[in-house]
């Protein structure tokens, strides 16, 4: 196997081991970085870099605080003064390169400092700069102004790591479970949903030459990997992706973007939907257990630095048992609510943003399956149950975004699956999709989860655009 | 921790416990696919949903293997004549649900068998079902026919597993070094390289209205998210990006697609072009090495059930250090070449594919690191040497298709780099990239490689069309 260097630390060696081996092999050069240096073991020389979190300059000794976004954590440089000519290069921002000695600190609140010997400014930073401050608290919107930049502020640089983190225990919980991840398309002439939402996609060559690059007009953005996730599962029993998504949706609120990344999951020999609802809790469970355990650091460091979160207690979701009604049994509860609804609920109407959350409060805020929905309102995809009324489907809603899965049994029955296409006048689109049902077809079912929205829900993000480095809505694309 | 069911495995079960315990749960059910079948320790009685594979009825016996492309492995069902009514349904392809008992197999080539009680035929087939024979190997082109049904077929199940598995090894080497995924955009009004070759986005909204969605025009889809990527960078030392990338690129052959996937990675504080190079050296050789020791099984189910495949020695690529040459080097060992090229090789000019081949046939085969090329054969944004004429950068050739990794020293010197986009004319449109270099500049570094080109290189796949599942290239988006 062959040896790595920093910043590519070895399998076969140990934190501490390789630092001693990066020095002796590099002692001229910057080998660590500060989240490294204030986690390693290791005591002596070293070269660290990082950007300066804050500094004070005293008469005797100047106090630098470097942090490398890799974590929460900073390092502590302490610099005798004859060491720094001019103190005004060195301000919040500014990147530098120190060589010193790496030793157990005196200070409370944290185990090392690094006693500097030479320090190199790489970066400067200007009074342009917009985070000036590390201690004003600054807007959500304020810093979304800044999307190159972002990631320099600490509460967003922990959100991008527990968004980081997560995606790793989505797929290590399918990995777990057998799954194996299928890149469904992006550009497709299909359109999942049929809602008209779809971004259509030309190329720049063809507006010179008037030739489609793929000789057919209709290409769009997906909406959706399933149809195509479903033609997978017809060889592979469990298969799911985690992709981006696109929608020309106008909502202009908290909860939608035209660009957005779904964890879809489609399961084959299934059951019946309480397998799915079993999958999708289990699922859901698992990233929030593992990641309010392990991770508590950054969940702290993203809503203590910013406004823009509003923690819900999410133990409640992770101790209790999801609850399941059907969709007749929430359209009578919100009849029987005494609450004044904007929308009056009823029976064959979609439930809204203020009957979900009615239907949240009265579950103790622990997440809700609503199953079963009136066959009119949902896809031609799903089955048809015996009542010929309903379909073998669900949405789930939790605190903070409200609509965080939808899912179904599929339909699976070619006769069935042939006149709810014609029905839809999708029978021609979708020959290839019915066809899969014409060899070895079997029960499945498969669930979708918006992932922005499930990192709303885990940290209480409450704008979407907060969960993801470069937000796509009605009127912006920027950068 | 709530208790899951079948098809998913509860994290603190093994899988023969699992297997009991989901046998007391739902004796009635289909609770095993033939993978977990064929893998577990577990005997006793047990229900398994699968596809058929093979089927053979002799007067006393019927002899039915099945499937469920979560594995290479088979599962053999031994059923008594008398329990099948009519064996026309039960064919290749067909899909089954046995009842029965698991026993140790008296056959070799298996350590289990189904001993069925009762066969439910879950889903038919029929004669115009493309992959009738479970014998006969049909060419990659007939079976990139049907996409739809492709994952049917054992060696592009096989190849899907194996891609899955890659995308989780690359992850798990990211982590591993503390790097951060960032999402990148698809949408965006940025076009990294330049090139023209980029898809416009419309939404079919505004074809109506004549209003754009976005607010602006000029919105593409991604061709590299090396620019976004390195914004994410300036505040967190080591990221990485992978996700899809288009490129509207008239080229029909084995190693070009309109939509592919991209890991794309960036290093701040970096000591120079070498550091990155043992960076994608060590990604490179991490990968291989995993797959080929721990996924033989798939590789050859690929490689045997298919005449796509072309395996070359992939351990030398391992064992070996990659060559590293300047790109001036390479013109001078093909100007002394006695090949007779179709291109004359000349200083100032691209490397062809056929120059590609040469340098590797002279290096036995071993991945070649080409480095420094001249400034105006490359984009804006790489560090410039202290020549003025060469920039920082590197190409890595490999055997099958060729270039496989592009990556460079950005040019992190504002006034040099502000220089640069001034004679690429993309100073407005940048002027975000640029600032990045205003607070904080630090040496950084980074590379792309194309996913799709690695899993050739891996196993040999000679048609880069038959990496994934949904291929898109000119004049296809077919599905």
Redesign the interface.
């Known amino acids: 196997?062959?040896k790595?260097?920093f910043?590519?630390?070895p399998?076969y060696l140990n934190r501490t081991s390789c630092l001693v081996s990066l020095i002796k092999r590099?002692s001229d050069?910057?080998?660590l970085?500060a989240?490294?240096a204030s986690a390693t073991t290791y005591r002596g020389p070293c070269v660290v870099?990082?950007?300066?979190k804050a500094a004070r300059h005293q008469r005797k000794f100047s106090f630098i605080n470097i942090i490398?976004?890799?974590s929460k954590r900073d390092l502590q440089i302490v610099a005798p003064a004859s060491l720094i000519s001019d103190v005004s290069g060195l301000r919040v921002?500014?990147?530098i390169?120190v060589e010193g000695m790496l030793v157990d600190s005196p200070a409370k609140g944290q185990c090392v400092e690094l006693q500097a010997d030479k320090i190199d400014l790489?970066?400067?930073?200007?009074d342009?700069?917009p985070f000036v401050s590390n201690t004003h608290a600054y807007s959500p919107d304020y810093i979304r102004q800044y999307?190159?930049?972002?990631?320099?502020?600490p509460e967003?640089?922990a959100m991008?790591?527990l968004?980081?983190k997560c995606?790793?225990l989505i797929?290590k919980y399918f990995?777990?479970?057998?799954f194996?991840?299928?890149?469904?398309?992006?550009?497709?002439?299909?359109d999942c949903e049929g809602a008209?939402?779809?971004?259509?996609?030309?190329?720049?060559?063809?507006?010179r030459t008037k030739q489609s690059?793929?000789?057919?007009t209709g290409?769009?953005?997906t909406v959706s990997g399933q149809?195509?996730l479903e033609?997978?599962?017809?060889?592979?029993?469990?298969v799911y992706t985690f992709?981006?998504a696109?929608r020309?949706d106008?909502a202009v609120d908290t909860t939608h973007l035209?660009?957005f990344?779904m964890i879809e999951g489609e399961?084959?020999?299934?059951?019946g939907l309480e397998?799915l609802l079993?999958?999708v809790?289990?699922l859901t469970?698992?990233v929030a257990?593992s990641i309010t355990e392990n991770e508590q650091e950054d969940i702290e460091a993203l809503s203590s630095g910013s406004t823009g979160c509003e923690q819900h207690d999410i133990t409640r979701c992770i101790n209790n048992?999801f609850h399941r009604i059907t969709y007749t049994e929430a359209i009578k509860l919100l009849e029987s609510a005494s609450e004044d609804f904007s929308f009056k609920p009823k029976y064959g109407e979609d439930i809204r943003r203020e009957h979900e959350k009615y239907i949240l409060k009265v579950h103790d805020s622990v997440p809700v399956f609503i199953t079963d929905w009136p066959k009119k309102l949902k896809p031609f995809y799903m089955y048809v149950n015996e009542d010929g009324e309903t379909v073998s489907c669900m949405d789930l809603i939790v605190p903070g975004p409200g609509e965080l899965v939808g899912g179904s049994v599929r339909e699976?029955r070619h006769g069935v699956l042939k006149k709810s296409l014609e029905d839809a006048d999708m029978l021609e689109s979708c020959q290839?999709?019915l066809?899969?049902?014409?060899?070895?077809?079997?029960?499945h079912a498969g669930f979708g989860m918006g992932f922005e929205r499930f990192l709303q829900f885990l940290f209480g993000i409450k704008q979407i655009r907060d969960t993801?480095?470069?937000p796509?809505y009605?009127?912006?694309?920027?950068?």
Chains 1, 2 share one sequence.
């Open positions: 196997m062959q790595s260097i910043p590519f630390k399998k590099f050069d910057t080998r970085t989240s490294r870099g990082g950007w300066i490398d976004g890799l921002g500014a990147s390169k790489l970066g400067q930073n200007d342009t700069y999307l190159h930049l972002r990631s320099k502020k967003f640089s991008l790591r968004r980081s995606r790793q797929h990995a777990e479970n057998d194996v991840q299928i890149d469904t398309p992006i550009l497709t002439t299909n008209g939402e779809t971004f259509s996609v030309g190329s720049l060559m063809q507006n690059f793929f000789g057919e290409v769009n953005l149809l195509h033609a997978s599962n017809s060889g592979i029993a469990k992709g981006p696109f020309a106008n035209a660009e990344y399961i084959a020999f299934i059951n397998d079993e999958c809790e289990d469970k698992y257990k048992k699976n290839w999709y066809d899969i049902r014409q060899y070895g077809s079997v029960p993801l480095p470069f796509r009605a009127n912006n694309c920027r950068l």
